[in-house]
């Protein structure tokens, strides 16, 4: 492959990560996985793979799409999806740079503020239509499909490589072993081991370009064989989480409010950064709280910030939870209580 080929390979190979990631996997995409051109060549890129984890990931995502049909691999991977990404279960993978990167379980924090500013400087921003943050891994994949297809067209390789340093290889090794713990599924076991494969060797091919050697041949071998892989899924040629443009950067600015954690009910002065909260302190003046305020009303934004929110309406079925539309949940509510006879309701 020639260097626009390995980019384009590369791209593809994100495209596909972010896309397992983003949402709940859908079936008709799983139906394509589990048969045809990818299924056929991810069996044959095992059998040539030299590369031990990606060969190990490759085999438990074959062999959990082997063992069930479609329908059946939606519905449980519904499930898993609910409970490592949107916190229906107990041990939750949480899919966020900030995360890890402050080694708290808040979102919002300093790691959104530094992928917002990379977005800005390559001339994008998170879509508004996919409703997650901007640390999300998912986005991040996508950001970096970006870098890669305008790389195979410029030849700009420094700011696909610096994202990759600076965000991606610094908290997605961490992320895919906390998946690799938290799942019982081969499924998301093999995207975890798969994804943490190609990061890695990703970096090992960043210096190689940089210094303008050759990449691994073992590497280029998987490449080329995934993104025949891939093609044959015929994925979305546009982009669903960045868009182009920049977004703005919000004006610093401080809101007078109050806390709401207990019935005192304090004043409160809340400053927020690009729109995300920095810090809370007491309002001046206030005759409730004397302008101060107590461990957790100085904290309160690490309770609006906490990973372990809640962000989508979920349906538990046969004792596991999945996600939900709003409307549905509004109407499984109705429709139960609807059902129920009046006499027996206190």
Request: net charge negative; proline share 3%.
């Amino acid at each position: 492959m020639d260097f626009r080929e390995i980019n384009l390979a590369r791209a593809r190979m994100y495209h596909f990560l972010s896309a397992m990631f983003r949402d709940e996997v859908p079936e008709a995409l799983l139906e394509k996985m589990s048969s045809g051109v990818f299924f056929d060549q991810l069996l044959v890129l095992q059998d040539s793979c030299s590369i031990q984890d990606f060969c190990s990931g490759l085999g438990r995502i074959t062999g959990y799409l082997k063992s069930k049909s479609a329908a059946a691999a939606y519905k449980e991977l519904r499930h898993d999806y609910a409970e490592l990404f949107l916190n229906a279960g107990k041990n939750p993978a949480f899919p966020y740079e900030s995360c890890y990167q402050n080694r708290d379980p808040l979102v919002m924090q300093d790691a959104v503020t530094s992928v917002r500013k990379a977005y800005r400087e390559a001339g994008v921003r998170k879509s508004e239509g996919y409703a997650d943050l901007d640390d999300h891994i998912a986005v991040e994949l996508e950001f970096m499909r970006y870098l890669a297809e305008k790389a195979a067209d410029d030849n700009d390789q420094n700011s696909q490589f610096d994202f990759l340093r600076n965000h991606l290889m610094g908290w997605s090794v961490d992320f895919c072993a906390v998946l690799t713990g938290a799942t019982s599924s081969d499924f998301y076991r093999g995207l975890a081991e798969l994804t943490m494969s190609f990061l890695f060797n990703e970096r090992m091919y960043s210096f190689a370009a940089l210094a303008q050697q050759e990449a691994a041949p073992a590497y280029l071998h998987v490449l080329e064989q995934m993104s025949k892989a891939i093609a044959g899924l015929g994925l979305e040629k546009g982009y669903t989480l960045i868009a182009e443009g920049a977004a703005p950067v919000a004006a610093n600015r401080s809101v007078k409010t109050h806390c709401y954690i207990c019935l005192g009910l304090c004043g409160q002065e809340v400053t927020l950064k690009d729109g995300i909260i920095t810090s809370c302190k007491g309002l001046s003046g206030d005759p409730k709280g004397g302008g101060r305020l107590c461990v957790k009303g100085a904290n309160a934004h690490a309770n609006t910030y906490s990973a372990y929110r809640l962000k989508s309406p979920l349906i538990k079925e046969n004792g596991r939870f999945r996600k939900a539309s709003w409307q549905e949940a509004l109407d499984l509510t109705a429709s139960r209580l609807k059902a129920m006879d009046p006499e027996t309701v206190a």
